[in-house]
């Protein structure tokens, strides 16, 4: 007679995607302990498909064991299965089933069963297999792991409280294997909603699966649940079945918010003021425990009360976030930062009443808008504006003080892209508030010209400054400080935008007045001393910006100090018009010698310091170290392109400089191709006659002829020549070169062909 086997285990998963990785370290982690129980905690958020892995891994190495044996742990009666020393009623049956199925149990028996079980599993001479499932936590299970045996124990939690080395946590779905799952279970083939719907539910397994039943119901195409569940979503998370799940994402977390409500008032307030920021990241470390603002005032007395206890109390908001670490409902801190998955916040805004709701996304504005520190230009503050800008904009009103303050970090450190999004959306907002010509929609409108210049359309800036110096003229005065920097910077654009010698007839019309309004050592004169020096040199005197420079360098250092962002801007300028003026060796030891600075101050990304870098390449080239050159630029350009972008000014500057010394290095075909794949997204970006693409159109005919093809230098020095001629003038020295490499390389080819 062969011998019972016992085996209880649920049905094996219809569909699991996904999961080959995990299941294999699942298998490692078992057989690494040799003939010693072993216990693998899988452990996650509820919906993420523990049970289906543990389920799957069970089936697929049954072979392997002797003993299988699945025991849901959680009593659904609500039995403490956590307290230590004790099971459920449910346990103690199952363990009692088990016990008379591999012989060691009676029915009229009054031994312990668990015990009789783990004594029998001991003795066993092969592999068993316990899978203990939906367990609260550690304690939960610790009476019924077998203490010997040559057996394996894998357990789902929702809590990631296990002991070293058991815990293996279950993340969401991948996001292309998420949306290749919605094709397969819906049979469409619109990957594009299917990548839409991966992302409004945060590939989490089980909304996944229920989307996929709705479908399959429903017969509607991916596009149409795309729309439905952005109108509709509480609706379609708390309806529709999922296939090997036993609640919808509506529910699934219920009995977790339940327990924590009775145990930890404070932790739903935790997680309810979270589910607001955005999922991932959130600074808990500086939101809770850190004031670098005022005490948020919190208007509404029941979240205050629920709410204010925790705040900058470290170890109260420690134990909250525990709290809600043991339900996986937040990831693990790191550095002072928590996310949360997407529809964990969703499911708990939902089910908050619409008076609720408002009074939670105020609470969250208002605690964030107070650890805001004060001076957004500041490199010190930078850390912690950078922890919440992205949070910023879930719950700050557009046009209130914190988000201006977000988007003067954003453009102090660089992030012009980011900023420009964000204050083209508080313009808009501050338009329909406050009407055209209040002086703070004024000054918004003054940072959007700005942030539009930095950000690479210095064109738009320039027009965006004309448009509004007079409003300021009329409704501020011809001498307002806010009036004289638009002043100063439609100077500044106008000259970004190509024409030098007006921004300089501007910068030296506004000096005096700044001059006489301001003092002569005031920060803003200074600055539009700097520009008249810098435009003066761009107009053609390299001599002239370089001794203004020099001049205005040791007041800088004076009045902002040696490292202020300022000063080193002087001291760049003076490096390039060192160079601009003769002396390459000089600028590029001035360049060399700020760099370090620029660095330590700025940060290594800053596109000040990118600055640097390019021009310490430039002028080392230019020196006479075409190889350096050309390796530094080589250095920077992948950097400059995640920074800036990769149709960004100045990446396209450093790609065209890129190829030029490649080219003064040796390698002149190279140069001609890069050339060649840069042309037509300078024409794009810049323009068809802007002077960079002008210039790359020179080396590109310049490097072909170099790589041996005389008749194309010819032929595009021949189509350059009337371009030339019209936008910089026939006597231009750039039109004067052209024609003078056009009669060289007409010469050669003329010389070839014969």
Same mark, same amino acid.
């Given at each position: 007679?062969?011998?019972?086997?016992?085996?209880? &285990?649920?049905?094996?998963?219809?569909?699991?995607?996904?999961?080959?990785?995990?299941?294999?370290?699942?298998?490692?982690?078992?057989?690494?302990?040799?003939?010693?129980?072993?216990?693998?905690?899988?452990?996650?958020? $509820?919906?993420?498909?523990?049970?289906?892995?543990?389920?799957?891994?069970?089936?697929?190495?049954?072979?392997?064991? $002797?003993? *299988?044996?699945?025991?849901?742990?959680?009593?659904?009666?609500? @039995?403490?299965?956590?307290?230590?020393?004790?099971?459920?009623?449910?346990?103690?049956?199952?363990?009692?089933?088990?016990?008379? %199925?591999?012989?060691?149990?009676?029915?009229?028996?009054?031994?312990?069963?668990?015990?009789?079980?783990?004594?029998?599993?001991?003795?066993?001479?092969?592999?068993?297999?316990?899978?203990?499932?939906?367990?609260?936590?550690?304690?939960?299970?610790?009476? +019924?792991?077998?203490?010997?045996?040559?057996?394996?124990?894998?357990? /789902?939690?929702?809590?990631?409280?296990?002991?070293?080395?058991?815990?293996?946590?279950?993340?969401?779905?991948?996001?292309?294997? !998420?949306?290749?799952?919605?094709?397969?279970?819906?049979?469409?083939?619109?990957?594009? @909603?299917?990548?839409?719907?991966?992302?409004?539910? =945060?590939? &989490?397994?089980?909304?996944?699966?229920?989307?996929?039943?709705?479908?399959?119901?429903?017969?509607?195409?991916?596009?149409?649940?795309?729309?439905?569940?952005? /109108?509709?979503? =509480?609706?379609?998370?708390?309806?529709?079945?999922?296939?090997?799940?036993?609640?919808? +994402?509506?529910?699934?977390?219920?009995?977790?918010?339940?327990?924590?409500?009775?145990?930890?008032?404070?932790?739903?307030? +935790?997680?309810?003021?979270?589910?607001?920021?955005?999922?991932?990241?959130?600074?808990? =470390?500086?939101?809770?425990?850190?004031?670098?603002?005022?005490?948020?005032? %919190?208007?509404?007395?029941?979240?205050?009360?629920?709410?204010?206890?925790?705040?900058?109390?470290?170890?109260?908001?420690?134990?909250?976030?525990?709290?809600?670490?043991?339900?996986?409902? #937040?990831?693990q801190p790191v550095q002072g930062r928590v996310s949360m998955h997407r529809l964990v916040q969703a499911v708990t805004?939902?089910?908050?009443?619409?008076?609720?709701? @408002?009074?939670?996304?105020?609470?969250?504005?208002?605690? %964030?808008?107070?650890?805001?520190?004060?001076?957004?230009?500041?490199?010190?503050?930078?850390?912690?504006?950078?922890?919440?800008?992205?949070?910023?904009?879930?719950?700050?009103?557009?046009?209130?003080?914190?988000?201006?303050? *977000?988007?003067?970090?954003?453009?102090?450190?660089?992030?012009?892209? /980011? $900023?420009?999004?964000?204050?083209?959306?508080?313009?808009?907002?501050?338009?329909?508030?406050?009407?055209?010509?209040?002086?703070?929609?004024?000054?918004?409108?003054?940072?959007?010209?700005?942030?539009?210049?930095?950000?690479?359309? #210095?064109?738009?800036?320039?027009?965006?400054?004309?448009?509004?110096?007079?409003?300021?003229?009329? +409704?501020?005065?011809?001498?307002?400080?806010?009036?004289?920097?638009?002043? @100063?910077?439609?100077?500044?654009?106008? =000259?970004?935008?190509?024409?030098?010698?007006?921004?300089?007839?501007?910068?030296?019309?506004? &000096?005096?007045?700044?001059?006489?309004?301001?003092? *002569?050592?005031?920060?803003?004169?200074?600055?539009?001393?700097?520009?008249?020096?810098?435009?003066?040199?761009?107009?053609?005197?390299?001599?002239?910006?370089?001794?203004?420079?020099?001049?205005?360098?040791?007041?800088?250092?004076?009045?902002?100090?040696?490292?202020?962002?300022?000063?080193?801007?002087?001291?760049?300028?003076?490096?390039?018009?060192?160079?601009?003026?003769?002396?390459?060796?000089?600028?590029?030891?001035?360049?060399?010698?700020?760099?370090?600075?620029?660095?330590?101050?700025?940060?290594?990304?800053?596109?000040?310091?990118?600055?640097?870098?390019?021009?310490?390449?430039?002028?080392?080239?230019?020196?006479?170290?075409?190889?350096?050159?050309?390796?530094?630029?080589?250095?920077?350009?992948?950097?400059?392109?995640?920074?800036?972008?990769?149709?960004?000014?100045?990446?396209?500057?450093?790609?065209?400089?890129?190829?030029?010394?490649?080219?003064?290095?040796?390698?002149? !075909?190279?140069?001609?191709?890069?050339?060649?794949?840069?042309?037509?997204?300078?024409?794009?970006?810049?323009?068809?006659?802007?002077?960079?693409?002008? /210039?790359?159109?020179?080396?590109?005919?310049?490097?072909?002829?170099?790589?041996?093809?005389?008749?194309?230098?010819?032929?595009?020095?021949?189509?350059?020549?009337?371009?030339?001629?019209?936008?910089?003038?026939?006597?231009?020295?750039?039109?004067?070169?052209?024609?003078?490499?056009?009669?060289?390389?007409?010469?050669?080819?003329?010389?070839?062909?014969?």
């Open positions: 007679m062969v011998p019972a086997r016992p085996v209880r &285990l649920f049905p094996r998963p219809v569909t699991l995607v996904g999961r080959e990785d995990l299941l294999g370290e699942v298998r490692s982690r078992l057989l690494d302990g040799g003939d010693r129980p072993v216990v693998v905690a899988l452990c996650g958020l $509820g919906g993420v498909g523990k049970t289906s892995v543990a389920v799957e891994y069970a089936h697929r190495y049954q072979a392997d064991y $002797g003993v *299988i044996w699945q025991i849901t742990v959680d009593d659904p009666a609500g @039995a403490s299965a956590s307290v230590p020393g004790s099971v459920s009623a449910s346990v103690s049956a199952a363990f009692t089933e088990l016990a008379a %199925l591999v012989g060691v149990r009676q029915v009229v028996d009054a031994a312990n069963p668990v015990h009789q079980v783990h004594a029998a599993l001991a003795a066993r001479p092969d592999r068993w297999l316990l899978v203990l499932d939906n367990a609260a936590d550690v304690d939960a299970v610790r009476e +019924v792991l077998p203490p010997a045996g040559r057996g394996h124990v894998l357990v /789902t939690s929702r809590s990631a409280h296990w002991p070293k080395g058991q815990a293996l946590p279950v993340p969401v779905l991948d996001h292309q294997v !998420a949306a290749g799952f919605l094709l397969a279970r819906s049979g469409d083939s619109d990957r594009a @909603a299917a990548e839409q719907i991966a992302q409004e539910v =945060g590939t &989490l397994p089980l909304a996944l699966e229920q989307a996929g039943a709705y479908l399959h119901d429903s017969g509607r195409r991916l596009a149409e649940y795309v729309g439905l569940f952005r /109108t509709r979503r =509480g609706e379609l998370l708390a309806h529709g079945g999922a296939d090997g799940y036993a609640a919808q +994402v509506a529910t699934t977390w219920s009995l977790s918010f339940q327990r924590l409500q009775q145990s930890d008032p404070s932790a739903v307030a +935790v997680l309810r003021l979270l589910a607001f920021y955005g999922p991932d990241d959130i600074p808990v =470390g500086i939101l809770l425990n850190a004031a670098p603002g005022e005490d948020p005032d %919190l208007h509404d007395e029941g979240i205050a009360d629920v709410l204010m206890p925790v705040l900058g109390d470290p170890l109260r908001a420690d134990r909250a976030i525990a709290a809600l670490r043991r339900y996986s409902l #937040v990831s805004v939902d089910q908050l009443p619409d008076e609720q709701r @408002a009074g939670w996304r105020q609470a969250a504005a208002e605690l %964030l808008d107070a650890v805001l520190p004060e001076d957004p230009d500041r490199r010190q503050n930078w850390p912690v504006y950078a922890a919440l800008a992205a949070h910023a904009s879930m719950v700050l009103d557009l046009a209130g003080s914190g988000m201006g303050a *977000i988007i003067e970090y954003l453009h102090s450190s660089g992030d012009y892209a /980011t $900023g420009l999004i964000l204050q083209r959306q508080r313009v808009q907002v501050m338009r329909d508030q406050l009407g055209s010509e209040h002086p703070d929609m004024l000054s918004a409108q003054a940072m959007l010209a700005s942030l539009t210049g930095r950000a690479g359309d #210095v064109a738009r800036a320039r027009d965006q400054c004309a448009a509004l110096l007079p409003i300021q003229e009329r +409704v501020l005065g011809i001498e307002h400080p806010d009036t004289l920097t638009s002043r @100063a910077n439609l100077a500044f654009w106008s =000259g970004a935008a190509g024409d030098v010698a007006r921004a300089r007839d501007q910068c030296a019309a506004l &000096l005096p007045i700044r001059e006489r309004v301001l003092g *002569i050592e005031h920060p803003d004169t200074l600055t539009s001393r700097a520009n008249l020096a810098s435009w003066s040199g761009l107009a053609g005197d390299a001599v002239e910006a370089r001794d203004q420079y020099a001049a205005l360098l040791p007041i800088r250092e004076r009045v902002l100090g040696i490292e202020h962002p300022d000063t080193l801007t002087s001291r760049a300028n003076l490096a390039f018009w060192s160079g601009a003026a003769g002396d390459a060796v000089e600028a590029r030891d001035q360049y060399a010698a700020l760099l370090p600075i620029r660095e330590r101050v700025s940060g290594a990304e800053h596109p000040s310091t990118l600055t640097a870098r390019a021009n310490l390449a430039r002028w080392s080239g230019l020196a006479g170290d075409a190889v350096g050159a050309r390796d530094q630029y080589a250095a920077l350009l992948p950097i400059r392109e995640r920074v800036s972008g990769a149709e960004h000014p100045e990446t396209l500057t450093d790609r065209a400089n890129m190829a030029y010394w490649i080219g003064e290095a040796g390698d002149a !075909a190279q140069a001609r191709d890069q050339y060649a794949a840069l042309m037509p997204i300078q024409e794009r970006v810049s323009g068809a006659e802007h002077p960079e693409t002008l /210039t790359a159109r020179a080396n590109l005919a310049r490097w072909s002829g170099q790589a041996g093809d005389a008749i194309g230098a010819r032929d595009l020095y021949a189509a350059l020549m009337p371009i030339r001629e019209r936008v910089s003038g026939a006597e231009h020295p750039e039109t004067l070169s052209a024609r003078a490499n056009l009669t060289y390389w007409t010469r050669v080819a003329d010389g070839d062909s014969s």
